[in-house]
């Protein structure tokens, strides 16, 4: 198991920035592939940005691209999405999530292990 914990959320201004950040622990060794998604009231879950156990394979959401970036610390325990130019339209709810055992990482594939969810608000 995967436990997974976020923070950062905060209600900022048009073009203003946040980091999120995620504490994950348990089973981390076979864990390959870990992402962001987000969640706005009304809407369907979307993937925003994945990243390998490598730290160096990632994939973005096209609405994201060129504005948000998902790193993890030197320790590989935390994991951060940095935000800029953040839009009204990026308000939502935003979750960690990880993939123990994919041999693949990509936001499309099966995650298993959410955490509880840090709210951003754009006005």
């Known amino acids: 198991q995967v436990q997974l914990v976020e923070s950062g959320g905060a209600s900022v201004q048009t073009g203003g920035s946040l980091r999120l950040s995620c504490a994950f622990s348990?089973?981390?060794?076979?864990?390959?592939?870990m992402a962001w998604f987000r969640q706005a009231p009304g809407k369907e879950r979307e993937g925003v940005a994945a990243?390998?156990?490598?730290?160096?394979?990632?994939q973005y959401a096209d609405s994201v691209k060129g504005r948000f970036s998902v790193s993890k610390d030197s320790t590989g325990n935390i994991l951060h999405l940095q935000m800029n130019n953040l839009k009204p339209e990026d308000t939502a709810k935003y979750y960690c999530?990880?993939?123990?055992?994919?041999?693949?990482?990509?936001?499309?594939?099966?995650?298993?292990?959410w955490g509880q969810g840090t709210q951003v608000t754009v006005s």
């Open positions: 999530a990880a993939a123990p055992g994919s041999s693949y990482c990509a936001l499309d594939i099966r995650y298993t292990n």
């Open positions: 348990g089973n981390t060794r076979n864990t390959h592939c």
């Open positions: 990243i390998a156990s490598d730290g160096v394979t990632t």
